[in-house]
């Protein structure tokens, strides 16, 4: 039987429906969006996060324009919105304007 493919909602290629982790992107739950901080439930427009306040517009680092904080790259001009945490044994990957990281609470830096 034929496994259904999806969109993975953070780099849009097609992807397995049951996949858990996108073989592409690397995202985990690759078909709801999730708040980069509590991962909790988000919708696609939502301004702040409804679990932890967190704000959902960040600035791409590099062409400066608003991007929705759930996305991992800019669609604008595909930039990584990655920051990584910035104790080694943790390394976790999260969005760049996080102050902390959200599994370590260390420094996330670009
Ligand atoms: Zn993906
Ligand atoms: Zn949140
Ligand atoms: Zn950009
Ligand atoms: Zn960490």
């Given at each position: 039987m034929a496994v259904y493919k999806h969109f993975c909602?953070?780099?849009?290629k097609l992807i397995?429906?049951?996949?858990?982790?996108?073989?592409?992107?690397?995202?985990?739950?690759?078909f709801n969006l999730r708040c980069?901080?509590?991962?909790g439930p988000i919708e696609e427009g939502y301004k702040a996060c409804p679990s932890c306040g967190l704000e959902l517009v960040a600035r791409c680092p590099s062409c400066a324009k608003d991007v929705p904080a759930y996305l991992r790259a800019c669609p604008h001009c595909a930039a990584s919105m990655l920051g990584t945490c910035s104790n080694r044994r943790c390394g976790n990957k999260q969005l760049?304007?996080?102050?902390?990281?959200?599994?370590?609470?260390s420094k996330v830096v670009i």
């Open positions: 909602i953070h780099c849009a397995p429906g049951d996949a858990n982790v996108c073989p592409y992107c690397g995202a985990e739950d690759p980069p901080r509590c991962r760049y304007t996080m102050a902390v990281c959200t599994k370590c609470k």
